[in-house]
C-alpha cells in the first residue's frame, strides 16, 4: 500500500519498484533529472531565440510574410476549386 495515497496500484509505489529493479539509485536519477532540465532550458532558450528572429523577420520584411500568407489562403482555395471541378466530372 502506499504510503502517500493509500493505494494500492499507486504509480508511485511503480516507479519505485521499476528504479529497484533497474538499481537505479537516487543520485543517478536526481543527475538524470537535472541534465534533463538544463536540456529543456536550452531548447525553451533556441525557442525564444527562433520567435524573436520570426519576429524581426515580420518587421523588417513584412510585405514577404503577408504576400505569402495570401498565396497560401490563394492556394488552397484553388485547391480546394479544383477537388470540386474533379469530383463534378
Known sequence: MCVICTDRKCEV???LKFMIRSERTPAIV???LEKERQRMKQLEENMRAMKRLIDDL???YPRAYY???DTDARDAEELAESATT???E
Request: net charge negative; aromatic share 0%.
Open 86 to 88: 474533379d469530383e463534378e
Open 67 to 69: 504576400d505569402n500568407e
Open 30 to 32: 536526481a543527475e538524470s
Open 13 to 15: 509505489i511503480r516507479l
Open 58 to 60: 515580420h518587421v523588417t
